[in-house]
């Protein structure tokens, strides 16, 4: 009879399951009403497009599910476009929630899912894993946790860059400012300014969405900036130091957040001798890297672009991933919102701050940048170690 008993606990581990002693073992996820309904509300169409964050995120689930999926259990996973449209959006989170039945939202990225929908998600108890978190309320809502670092903490980091790492003495802002990020914004650099000890010698929150930016250059050379960041995305970015050139400006370091790490920029600013630096959000997508290994590999076999977007889809799915696998039981909306408000912390190679949704009003958990630099129309990393706001203090 002991020997029965060895055996079969040798079988049950070999088979991955934890013998007790007894008829009893973990049973890990289940579900037993069929697939996981995760969702995602995200802007596809419109103004902008946002899509390669959810894409990537499907990408990760399709191939876990033609993996047999997470102990057995597949995922289903919808995208919603909200075209930009704040009753769309509004919409499509009902339709998520109350038609569809998802357990959560996971890969989103959104110019107004948060500021429309955190409200809906906090009372209806679904939790969101926003893989590129937008406006101001993916970082201030307690049914919502980003996977990146975010326009307004990677404010705070660069700043804090430009005088710890580049020597900078008088360090300017220059913001665009969309729907309610302002204050937002403000707040990012008062951060950095409590951090520091230090006082930004200029902030600027008018710039245009377009036109002509000569006369912010020519402010930030006249005020005596030494470093300017600039909250520009791809095309302002690629006429800023245009003009700068055009001005024939020098000594000035420009600094940019996220959205100007991208190989168009690189290529329409390859003739630039201007000093430019963007901080990342997660490991540089361009570089080939151990970090980013699974992440290229993901995307190559999807037949999806390799883009920092897509960085954040894939992450989110992985959180989701992690937080479901760790579920021993059926798995539910209940469970999954348990799971994660329990606060794990999850570390990736592909982040520089490990990921943690928990419980709180407000969450904001990653903090680390790499920062880039455009030398000769390409992007050299001048972080091989990843810059985060607790180096700082």
Not at 160 to 169: E, P, Q
Not at 190 to 214: E, F, H, R, Y
Not at 292 to 314: E, R
Request: net charge neutral; aromatic share 8%.
């Amino acid at each position: 009879m002991k020997l029965t008993s060895t055996l079969i606990a040798v079988g049950l581990a070999a088979a991955g399951l934890a013998f007790t002693g007894s008829s009893a073992f973990a049973a890990g996820p289940t579900c037993k009403s069929g697939p996981i309904k995760i969702g995602a509300v995200s802007t596809v169409t419109g103004v902008v497009d946002f899509s390669d964050a959810p894409k990537a995120t499907k990408a990760v689930f399709e191939q876990l599910n033609d993996a047999g999926g997470i102990n057995g259990c597949k995922i289903d996973y919808s995208l919603a476009d909200d075209k930009g449209d704040p009753q769309v959006a509004a919409q499509a989170a009902r339709d998520l929630i109350d038609n569809k039945g998802v357990v959560a939202l996971t890969g989103g990225a959104s110019l107004l899912d948060c500021a429309v929908n955190a409200g809906t998600y906090n009372r209806n108890d679904v939790l969101a894993v926003q893989g590129v978190g937008v406006d101001p309320l993916c970082f201030n809502a307690p049914s919502i946790s980003p996977v990146n670092v975010g326009p307004f903490t990677l404010t705070t980091v660069m700043l804090d860059y430009a005088t710890k790492n580049l020597g900078a003495k008088k360090v300017c802002a220059f913001f665009l400012i969309l729907g309610g990020t302002q204050e937002a914004y403000g707040n990012a650099v008062a951060a950095w300014q409590k951090l520091s000890g230090n006082k930004v010698g200029l902030v600027d929150m008018t710039l245009p969405p377009q036109g002509d930016l000569t006369p912010y250059v020519i402010k930030a050379r006249d005020a005596g900036c030494d470093a300017v960041l600039t909250n520009q995305v791809e095309p302002g970015v690629v006429q800023w130091v245009k003009t700068a050139d055009a001005q024939k400006i020098s000594g000035i370091n420009w600094l940019f957040l996220a959205p100007g790490y991208t190989e168009g920029v690189a290529k329409a600013l390859a003739d630039s001798k201007q000093p430019v630096y963007v901080g990342t959000e997660w490991e540089p997508y361009t570089e080939n890297t151990a970090a980013n290994a699974d992440w290229a590999k993901t995307m190559d076999k999807a037949g999806l672009a390799k883009t920092a977007f897509s960085q954040g889809g894939y992450l989110a799915a992985k959180v989701m991933i992690d937080t479901i696998s760790g579920i021993d039981g059926e798995v539910t909306r209940e469970t999954v919102t348990s799971a994660l408000k329990a606060g794990k912390e999850m570390q990736y190679s592909l982040a520089g701050s490990p990921y943690v949704f928990g419980e709180a009003r407000a969450h904001s958990p990653m903090k680390a940048t790499k920062v880039m630099q455009l030398v000769d129309g390409k992007w050299t990393v001048k972080t091989p170690d990843w810059y985060t706001l607790a180096k700082a203090k």
